[in-house]
């Protein structure tokens, strides 16, 4: 897959987090997605494959980070035959596994444990995480999980929220990790959520008779949704819906990053992004040279 050079190239994050007993780091999560990427090439998922078609690895002194290329393809029907009980068995080919290939392209930072996705027309963000979740079965042990969210907009609560006439509002959040938090209270609920082994939270505020809930000026609602916009999700309900489905969501609306890049450096470019925008203070100190594997 080659792109243009000097050209916008958007990508999407999905961030990827170990639940684990024991401390997690860059080295922690290097060996969790290379145990990932070795296991196989092909997992199901419903009526399509995902397909690892290409795994790199590239390092310098001081980091280290992953590429490659991952393919959704369809499921081909299944043609039967009858076994020597006169019983339709499936007959199964290499040609008839998958067809209708579509390819796209990843790059993992294993220091931000985040995944830079750039989607295609008919592979998105959302199956990406599917697969990379369905990758992991059978690789944790027993008291280890691992959670992913896709980067929601920067923009989610001054566009959707703001100034809008809310009822309820549900908030998950977990701690995110990320360097990038300029907001001194944001950055001491995770620093307290580490240091009292808080995993994650649940909230739920509802609007009392007078009027509706303003986010923008609550003290602990608008913090923990500043965090769930980068690891975690939120929803809300206007004053006229009083339906499960929320009014809007951050599902609807991950956070579209766009770079300038020539066909050569795009890989590393995108890299080289995603450390400054979530490990800001160690972006600085990388240096240019990269030895491919």
Request: proline share 3%.
């Amino acid at each position: 897959m080659t792109y243009e050079d000097n050209v916008n190239l958007s990508f999407k994050v999905l961030n990827i987090k170990l639940i684990s007993v024991r401390e997690t780091s860059a080295e922690v999560y290097s060996e969790l997605i290379e145990r990932m990427f070795a296991k196989g090439r092909m997992v199901n998922l419903g009526k399509y494959v995902g397909i690892m078609d290409s795994f790199a690895k590239r390092e310098q002194v001081d980091d280290v980070f992953y590429f490659g290329n991952v393919v959704k393809a369809k499921k081909a029907e299944e043609s039967y035959k009858k076994d020597e009980d006169d019983v339709l068995v499936p007959v199964v080919t290499e040609e008839q596994h998958y067809n209708d290939p579509q390819w796209a392209k990843f790059i993992f930072v294993p220091k931000a444990h985040r995944f830079a996705f750039i989607e295609t027309e008919k592979v998105d963000i959302n199956w990406f995480k599917k697969f990379v979740r369905k990758s992991f079965d059978g690789l944790l042990s027993d008291n280890e999980k691992i959670e992913l969210s896709v980067k929601t907009s920067e923009t989610f609560v001054t566009d959707f929220l703001q100034g809008q006439s809310l009822r309820k509002v549900k908030i998950r959040m977990s701690v995110s990790n990320s360097d990038s938090f300029n907001s001194p209270l944001m950055q001491a609920i995770e620093a307290n959520m580490k240091a009292t082994h808080t995993q994650q939270y649940d909230i739920t505020a509802i609007s009392d008779k007078k009027d509706s809930i303003n986010l923008m000026e609550n003290d602990i609602l608008n913090p923990l949704a500043g965090i769930a916009l980068d690891n975690g999700e939120i929803s809300a309900w206007d004053q006229e819906n009083h339906t499960p489905k929320p009014t809007v969501t951050t599902k609807e609306s991950p956070q579209v990053y766009e770079i300038q890049t020539t066909n050569s450096n795009f890989i590393k470019d995108i890299y080289l992004k995603i450390l400054s925008i979530f490990r800001p203070e160690e972006s600085s100190d990388v240096g240019n040279d990269l030895i491919e594997e």
